[in-house]
């Protein structure tokens, strides 16, 4: 038999709606999705609809925005524990020499599986054989803005020059609904001054964002200072090599000089604070004055391999706790703020404020149901829906999960594919990699 066709408009009757609109408002009432879009957002919506799903015991949340990620990773998660930045990477390159399409795309859909019952709907990724991700993007339905990675030739495991590499890529993907691609210079710890502005034109010319990491750790900066007499943005800043639409993960060891050339720049910044702590980076990233500053600031989970999770809900926790913490402040990043971070803030980093980050009409419908009974959302009041989200929710409050209005979770069971078949690939592909 064949599936039943998906309906073209569903009505939300009598939802919490947490909108992440500009008066950031929350209140009871109907949301309705046609054609991909939300069309209607009120206390009670009587536009005809093919489907009428009672959402009373629900919180409609804006899709969850990932701001970075190497989500091919996924069969790496735990392979290289407790080591510090160095000897993480020195584990993972060598296992990157072995990867190819099919491990890559297995990998891909572990990750965005795992995403998407955590309520994910967009992520930023940087990784090289991004046609495979994309081929996994494309089968699994979420959104996906995806950056090959460009470094000097003689310090790569691809085929062929990195830049090149990007440019067919992006050639080839460019005109996908879900599939953003984009340019990825590694860090300036693998990309000369001459790799850097190819991938910056390249950017330029095909109209992409620019995703690199900076100022992780400080080894890469003080390294890199010996080598040029500048700090990494002061660097990028001199070479002509920041501006607008370029998203830097990590920014953990930046200083108030750096952050203004950021700002100045518009450049934003993905925080990624599991990945950072569990990498013991030694610092805290600056979000308060980055955010003070006028830079963007989205989050992100970093991968499997150094985060080991995917969880959005446990990044905006700690993203949370870790800046009171650190500030001794614990008015710092409240959970306003931290809700911000992952949807409207993330849509903004990704330049698509006016398609994604909040429930509007007139936005694409990427949209989760969170369920006000579970044990992580109680008491379900209104006052306190916002505070849940950022500090107590688990993922498996996340009922329901759609994408450009089509439902990809329900009931916590992934629709597109079985989770089971996902997870034997990614299996398959872990036992070829971790010996």
């Known amino acids: 038999m064949a599936p039943a066709k998906p309906p073209t408009s569903t009505l939300f009757r009598g939802a919490l709606l947490v909108t992440q609109d500009a008066r950031r408002s929350v209140h009871r009432g109907d949301l309705r999705i046609a054609e991909g879009r939300i069309t209607d957002v009120g206390e009670h919506v009587t536009e005809p609809t093919e489907e009428i799903v009672d959402a009373s015991a629900f919180a409609l949340v804006p899709g969850l925005i990932n701001a970075h990620t190497h989500v091919a990773m996924g069969p790496l998660r735990g392979v290289a524990d407790d080591r510090d930045l160095g000897g993480f990477l020195e584990r993972l390159f060598a296992i990157d020499a072995k990867r190819n399409p099919d491990d890559l795309e297995a990998g891909a859909a572990q990750g965005i599986a795992e995403m998407l019952l955590g309520g994910t709907t967009s992520f930023l990724d940087l990784y090289y ?258 505070s849940h989200l950022a500090y107590s929710a688990s993922d498996e409050a996340i009922d329901s999960v759609y994408v450009d209005g089509r439902c990809l979770v329900r009931h916590r069971e992934l629709l597109p594919e079985p989770w089971n078949a996902i997870r034997e690939a990614a299996e398959r592909a872990a036992g070829t990699l971790w010996g």
């Not at 690199?212 to 390294?223: A, K, N, P, Q």
Request: net charge neutral.
């Open 129 to 386: 054989g991004q046609d495979a991700v994309a081929r996994a993007v494309d089968r699994l339905g979420i959104r996906g803005f995806l950056g090959w990675a460009v470094l000097d030739p003689d310090k790569t495991t691809q085929s062929g020059r990195p830049v090149d590499n990007a440019r067919s890529f992006i050639e080839r993907w460019s005109n996908h609904r879900r599939i953003t691609p984009l340019v990825a210079p590694q860090g300036v710890y693998v990309c000369s001054d001459s790799t850097w502005l190819e991938a910056r034109d390249l950017a330029r010319e095909q109209g992409t964002l620019l995703h690199y990491h900076l100022s992780e750790t400080r080894r890469e900066v003080h390294e890199h200072e010996a080598k040029t007499g500048k700090r990494p943005a002061l660097w990028l800043d001199a070479i002509g090599a920041l501006g607008p639409g370029q998203i830097a993960a990590h920014g953990v060891w930046l200083t108030a000089a750096e952050i203004g050339r950021l700002s100045q720049n518009g450049v934003g910044v993905a925080h990624c604070p599991s990945s950072n702590l569990k990498l013991a980076v030694g610092g805290v990233c600056p979000v308060d004055a980055m955010r003070s500053a006028g830079v963007v600031v989205g989050l992100g989970t970093d991968s499997v391999a150094s985060n080991n999770s995917l969880s959005m809900l446990r990044e905006m926790h700690l993203a949370g706790v870790l800046q009171k913490h650190h500030r001794w402040d614990a008015t710092a990043l409240p959970a306003q703020a931290v809700l911000d971070l992952a949807t409207v803030e993330g849509a903004k980093l990704l330049g698509r404020s006016a398609d994604l980050g909040s429930l509007e009409a007139g936005k694409r419908a990427d949209l989760l149901l969170v369920n006000l009974r579970h044990p992580t959302m109680v008491p379900a009041r209104p006052e306190a829906i916002v």
